[in-house]
Every structure is written in C-alpha cells, then in structure tokens.
C-alpha cells in the first residue's frame, strides 16, 4: 500500500541552524501539507501546497519556514533559523484533492530536536 | 477560532469493557476523520465520514457522524489490549485544506 515517507526520523540541531525536514508523498497525490505537534499539544497545520504554491499556510509559518517541491517526488519544509520553542514532530501528510471530503495520509514524522 | 473538544482525555479500562470516545464541537465539519497514533509515529487513518447521520464500523470500533454534522463518536466493544493507543479526531471545512485537530483520548486496555 502507498505511503508517505519521511526523512529524517529524528534531527538534533543547535538554535540558529537551518533544517530541512524530507517528505515523499505518495505518488498520485498532488497535494501536500505539513503540520507540527509539540510534545503533549494538539497537532497544529502549517502549510499546504499545490500546483508548486503554498495554497495556505497558518500564523505559525511565519518566514523562518519555507517550503519547496524540488524534484517530482520530494516535498521538504526548510527551517531556516530554528528555535528552541521549533522543537516538535513534524508530519508530513498528502492527498489526491482538496475536497473536504477527501484523506490526508500522514507519514511516520521527523522529531525535531533544538538545543 | 474552530475548536474540537474531544472527550475524555484519558481512559483506563479492563478488556472486554465497551467504551466511546467523542468529539464535538459548535461548528459544522464537511468531514471528520479518526485517526490513531501510536508514541514518535505519525497518525494513522482510521476512517472518514462524510454524510450527517453516517456510521461506519471497522471489525470492533463504530463510528458515527452527527446528524447536524458537528460531532462524531467512536464506539469500542469488547476492548482488547491491541486497542490501546491515542485516538484522534480531525476535522475538515470546505472553505479550506486544513485539518482541525482534536487533543486526543489516551486510551490504555488492561488485560
């Protein structure tokens, strides 16, 4: 069955790096998201993109973060000066549309650890 | 702001006990799906329903959509130990591609 995948599982980095978190969506799919979850919080959306556009991102995808579809399969998140409140499992999910009806399928995360 | 309460938080049952996990809220869902996570993995999908009233049964759990649209239940019969996990509710508008996610129910089966 097709999946989402995501690289690394796990990154250490120090406060002020940059951090590129690796997604492969599943194949057919043309939609893609990001979301966060904070150790013991809600998850949180913070982008989704299409057609190589962010379609809508949220309060927390301030300029610290970008997005980009590099090739025909990868999808990464880029953190360009991270923080320590940036510490969070980051998932990366896809769907074939936009239809409110339809699934968004989430791969494994990458847990993100700022020191 | 959206919200979706889910209830309880927490909860700690002897197997073979039947349980149900909700999720509600004041506002109006196109679709509201239930998702399970395990601990350092991502959610997984467990169904989606879609049409005010809808139930949908997967073996054990049944899920129900409300008929006005705004809260879903899970319902567990004879709980094994296999079902403990975090069961999350997220739901989706029509007016956009985020997801709104509930806090989670811990739920741990004892044998």
């Known amino acids: 069955e097709p999946e989402v995948t995501q690289t690394p599982s796990h990154q250490v980095t120090q406060m002020g790096q940059e951090v590129i978190l690796r997604c492969v969506p599943i194949s057919n799919h043309l939609y893609f998201y990001w979301y966060r979850q904070i150790l013991g919080q809600k998850v949180e959306f913070l982008v989704s993109?299409?057609?190589?556009?962010?379609?809508?991102k949220s309060e927390i995808f301030d300029d610290q973060f970008s997005v980009e579809r590099p090739d025909g399969s990868n999808f990464t998140l880029k953190i360009r000066s991270t923080k320590l409140e940036d510490s969070a499992m980051y998932f990366c999910a896809s769907s074939e549309t936009t239809l409110s009806t339809d699934t968004q399928y989430f791969g494994p995360g990458t847990r993100l650890t700022v020191l | 702001t959206q919200l979706l309460e889910q209830s309880p938080q927490f909860l700690s049952i002897q197997e073979g006990e039947n349980l149900t996990v909700y999720c509600n809220s004041s506002s109006v869902f196109s679709s509201l799906q239930w998702y399970r996570q395990e601990p350092g993995e991502g959610p997984v999908l467990l169904v989606t329903?879609?049409?005010g009233g809808e139930v949908k049964k997967l073996k054990r759990l049944t899920f129900q959509f409300g008929d006005a649209r705004k809260d879903s239940s899970l319902h567990i019969t004879a709980a094994q130990p296999g079902d403990t996990g975090l069961y999350l509710c997220a739901g989706a508008r029509d007016s956009n591609y985020q997801l709104i996610w509930g806090a989670g129910t811990k739920l741990i089966i004892k044998p």
């Open positions: 329903v879609v049409t």
């Open positions: 993109f299409y057609n190589n556009e962010i379609s809508e």
